[in-house]
């Protein structure tokens, strides 16, 4: 099999050759991909989905990328109010939460437009997984994991700390059938909606609300356009103590709580107080997107190289002028 350019598998549209580029479209055929796979004798394949969070080197990959391009939702009853739907691994978030709203089912609309993340807009992804069931490459088989033994915290997981070991393939949540949404905890959310926090407004107009916002600050992918070829956010939150929240707040950061309790600084915040503003030139082919200082976007001339050259930079500035450490948001794959 002839190598294959990883850049057109990823949204930045950046990267160079795989030995080997295998795409799941049925679910039936993962008992193929795994042996084709164990005919190459390599522990584990890469694993793409829609490639929005990755960025993947110049150099490209030495082995094998397992794009997952599965498709499809089932659903089951559990009790009265209580719905389990099982989603493809490969299902596009955005498309799963549409058609959770249309079911009149509460509990990821608040995920909307968001391509793969554990949680926005006070509402997580933990908060509704029942289990997902996944390959273990070490021993060959298929396991089941609780939620609970997904070790899902603010953007991290098990399967994110221990990259090469599972592949996911499905994923069930418990959902809830009824026409309120839950209970909107993000006050930007609610006052979008006018409501107050703890509001239950109906499942589709916070579905709604979610796009809206999102597209107005600049976070919805689009395919085209000049912020098209980008990864969302490119720098975490970072943590800071209880100590030096309250001097942050006082200067205009904003500091909230993530869902594991941390207080955490707002990183878009830091860049712009280093001088970054939305459309901010960083280097050739590569600036601030057009509505957001966290968001980066590539252009002709831009390399896998020089963006992460970009991103060490923008950190290094930060931590000069605050003390505070940022770190990227973004996957690397390959050498």
Known sequence: MAPTTLAPLTTLRLGGPADRVLTVADPADWADTVHAIDQHDEPAPAVLGGGSNVIASDAGHRGTVVVMN????????????????????????????????????????CLAGIPGTAGAYGQQVSDTLHHVTAWHWQDGALQVLP??????????????????????LTATFHLTRTNQAAAVAYRPL??????????????????????????????????????????????????????????????????????????????GWLLEHIGCRPGHRLADGIRC????????????????ASLRA???????????????????EPVVLGT
């Open 70 to 109: 599965t498709r499809g939702i089932t659903a089951e009853r559990v009790d009265d109010r209580t719905v389990a739907v099982t989603v493809q691994a490969g299902h596009p978030l955005t498309d799963l939460v549409a058609w959770a709203a249309a079911e009149h089912l509460a509990g990821i609309e």
């Open 147 to 168: 939620a609970h033994g997904c070790h899902l915290r603010y953007r991290q997981s098990l399967f994110k700390a221990r990259p090469g070991r599972w592949t996911i």
């Open 190 to 267: 609610a006052d979008e909606l006018g409501v107050p926090v703890g509001a239950r407004p109906p499942v589709a107009e916070v579905t709604a609300a979610v796009l809206a916002n999102r597209h107005g600050r600049g976070l919805l992918l689009h395919p085209y356009g000049p912020d098209a070829r980008q990864v969302g956010s490119v720098f975490l939150n970072p943590p800071v103590t209880a100590a030096d929240a309250p001097r942050w707040s006082a200067v205009g950061c904003p500091v909230h709580t993530d869902s594991d309790g941390r207080l955490r600084a707002s990183a």
């Open 289 to 304: 997107s057009q509505r957001r200082t966290l968001t980066l976007t590539v252009h002709d001339g831009a390399t896998a």
């Open 310 to 328: 970009v991103l060490g930079t923008l950190a290094q500035d930060v931590h000069k002028a605050t003390g505070i450490e940022l770190t990227p």
